[in-house]
């Protein structure tokens, strides 16, 4: 991603330019700069992380979660960055009385 060194806007691709769409100004793309950018395409979607073969001894840490379907106050969890780098990480809980599973994102 590259900002306009006039007015700050960020610019978009044109062939081997960066160009500003508010003022128009433009300048060369750096290859090597280009290289090491990182994108979030290819992230739009997460996966499944699927818990249930393994044992309760080895599910880590406990916190006070209320299990939605038996109520139980305590419930394993697992923080798992599952969509894009700039975006907050999913918590995956599992009871310690029944083992439902769910999860909770933050919006």
Do not use: L
């Not at 406990?62 to 969890?77: I, L, V």
């Amino acid at each position: 991603m590259e900002f306009c060194d006039d007015c700050g806007s960020m610019m978009k691709t044109e062939d081997d330019m960066w160009v500003c769409g508010s003022c128009g100004y433009e300048k060369a793309r750096d290859a090597e700069a280009d290289k090491k950018a990182v994108t979030t395409q290819g992230q739009e979607s997460s996966e499944v992380v699927d818990t249930s073969e393994v044992d309760p001894q080895d599910m880590g840490p406990t916190t006070g979660a209320r299990c939605p379907e038996c109520g139980n106050d305590r419930a394993f969890y697992e923080m798992k960055q599952i969509r894009a780098a700039d975006e907050s990480e999913t918590r995956f809980f599992t009871c310690t009385e029944c083992e439902h599973k769910w999860r909770e994102d933050d919006h």
